[in-house]
């Protein structure tokens, strides 16, 4: 095999009570990559198409992160890229992470599998310390492994995929405004109430428990946030009017998708996301702000060859 | 059935990362108390053996968690209560949550179990708040569900129970200090940094889906607490020496067993655990302090009918 096209999947990460640990992996909102071997070692990005982004390899998340895992694996060829993107960077749903994790799962794919989808996360990684100037694997763990993943240590890199249950969707509103990872990192506070940390961390057990016991409700009491929601969604507009319409109409749960402005809601069952989908909109419509909406089930299985 | 006579077992809160939220409980370790039915209304507290105790009703934890329960449910008789204690109080091992469990668990049977366990905590919370001035639920919830338990929220009330691995023990060592709950209390701050709240809630997340997984390592490295512990431990005699102790002989994970002074350490297997405890006795023999030793498999049923 010489050449691979694949599915990069767009991601959630936080999930309201799992702030810098949780993530989740969507279905049908991606980008494509086409990874080729090339007689001459190295890296070249030949396309983009979809974004302005640089075609330099040191200067691009995807290339970056080939370029970590060529580091670890010396084969005797190079690699030819074309990025095909649908994620708009800036969104909040994981638009480098695709790219990053998207280039190292199909070079590994061209390479016979040297690694696995988890040891893939490290690599990366790099690709998102370049577009963020840290190493998180919040997306890129989701992208490769799908699902639901829980970075429960950084440093070592100790990640958990916890398999979606079957009838969990996505209901993802972003709005068209530019909203910078480092504005939305600089309303954090550095303390926070033990009070509060404490209501988190029960949170964050309960929605892990309901995960693994496929129960919604649990699912949807657990989705909450006290630390950083209230900071960050004063930067999103509407943010309180679109997770009331959530609710309203049959959502779990609901909060800020990544460091926004994304918005996403949970719920069970596609009626129920397409629902969700109409109100959301209905409110961006009332105040003429122009959105993308996604409709996505939580996609287990994560990148994928097309 | 008039009389019954009911297993009421100890427990130990917090466990590591979990502060304020997650329990487990303990076999073989706990009270027994008989509850009897009587024609006169009320109740009577007419022995109390192994501690001294108040047999006023009002003030005693098992009295005032029934007389929680009776308003909810008015029978047309009363009940007396005997209390033969072996947890002795001030341990860190939930010795006032057992008498209010059991309480409430011996009268529920006897009434043909009006109540759900989880509906019991409630009643028992108030035995609590009896004691400490404050209704938790962290050890009545395992002493009367068994296994682990995690109290997402106090208020309103709402507990997971997560059943135990099955190789899962606990050793747990008591050094016969006094330690108030109070002084335990007030050590701690009231605001944490939110780089260590992320890190405790990336453990519990770890910890929960180590339990569901049966995943004994992942459970170790869960096992971790950066905000309570290193400001908890300098209470308790000899602290980091019993926990290198316990990691050296095989533990998974040590930490302080509710509010202290008791030092618990998960294991898998039994010989593992009682390794753990003759490593954890050895330091105490060293430095000359008398202590109490238990080796308890985890308690996947809780409380029970003898």
């Known amino acids: 095999m010489n050449e691979i096209k694949v ?4 991601t959630i990460a936080n ?4 702030f810098d640990v949780l993530g989740l992996c969507l279905d049908n909102v991606g980008d494509e990559m086409i990874i080729r071997k090339t007689e001459e070692k190295g890296i070249k990005i030949t396309k983009i198409e979809g974004a302005t982004l640089p075609l330099e390899t040191e200067k691009n998340v995807a290339g970056v992160a080939l370029l ?8 005797d ?6 990025i095909y993107k649908h994620i708009k960077a800036g969104s909040g749903i994981g638009s480098s992470a695709a790219s990053s994790a998207g280039a190292v799962f199909g070079a590994n794919e061209l390479l016979r599998n040297p690694f696995t989808r988890k040891e893939l996360v490290q690599f990366a990684m790099q690709g998102e310390k370049l577009a963020s100037g840290n190493a998180h694997a919040d997306n890129v763990a989701p992208a490769l492994l799908g699902g639901f993943t829980l970075v429960r240590s950084s440093n070592p890199l100790d990640i958990i995929k916890i398999k979606s249950p079957d009838l969990l969707y996505a209901t993802v509103i972003h709005p068209q405004i530019e909203l910078k990872t480092s504005d939305a990192r600089s309303v954090l506070k550095q303390n926070v109430s033990l009070k509060s940390a404490i209501t988190q961390w029960g949170n964050v057990g309960g929605l892990i428990a ?21 900071l960050r969604s004063v930067l999103i507009p509407g943010f309180d009017l679109i997770k009331k319409a ?8 609901s909060g800020i998708s990544g460091s926004g402005p994304s918005i996403f809601a949970l719920s069970k069952g596609k009626e129920n996301a397409q629902n969700i989908a109409k109100a959301m909109c209905a409110v961006y419509d009332e105040i003429h702000l122009p959105y993308e909406i996604h409709v996505c089930k939580v996609n287990d299985e994560g990148m994928r060859v097309l």
Chains 1, 2 share one sequence.
């Open 210 to 230: 309901g995960l693994y016991t496929e129960d919604y409700d649990l699912i949807g009491r657990s989705l909450h946030d006290e630390i950083v929601e209230p």
């Open 246 to 253: 959530a609710y309203e109409s049959g959502a779990l749960g």
């Open 15 to 18: 999930l309201s009570c799992g």
């Open 77 to 82: 060829f190079g690699f030819e890229i074309e």
């Open 7 to 10: 599915f990069c999947p767009a």
């Open 68 to 75: 970590a895992m060529l580091e670890a694996t010396k084969p």
